[in-house]
């Protein structure tokens, strides 16, 4: 193996590892849905946001949801919903 065979692979090597570095870069820069972005040109609102949580206890939490311009109140706990509390509950 001459010594330009060894600088070769060593700047292959090189190449190939800043090739990663910058793909980590890019996806840390603009996120795993930067392709989901690019095909969806127009901006849906959204019609469901959390507004705020509560833990209540590792197994359960009050959550406030607006859907449509309309507050609920969730309790959820063990993965299912427990009860959805009244308008007039607030």
Do not use: N
Not at 62 to 79: A, Q, S
């Amino acid at each position: 193996m001459h010594f330009s065979d060894f600088l070769q692979a060593i700047f292959a090597l090189a190449v190939t590892l800043g090739l990663i570095g910058a793909a980590a870069v890019a996806l840390r820069r603009y996120g795993p849905d930067a392709l989901a972005r690019f095909g969806s040109p127009q901006k849906r609102e959204r019609r469901l946001k959390v507004v705020e949580t509560l833990v209540l206890d590792p197994a359960r939490r009050l959550v406030i949801v607006d859907c449509d311009g309309k507050e609920r109140l969730l309790l959820l706990g063990e993965g299912r919903l427990m009860a959805e509390l009244p308008k007039d509950a607030r």
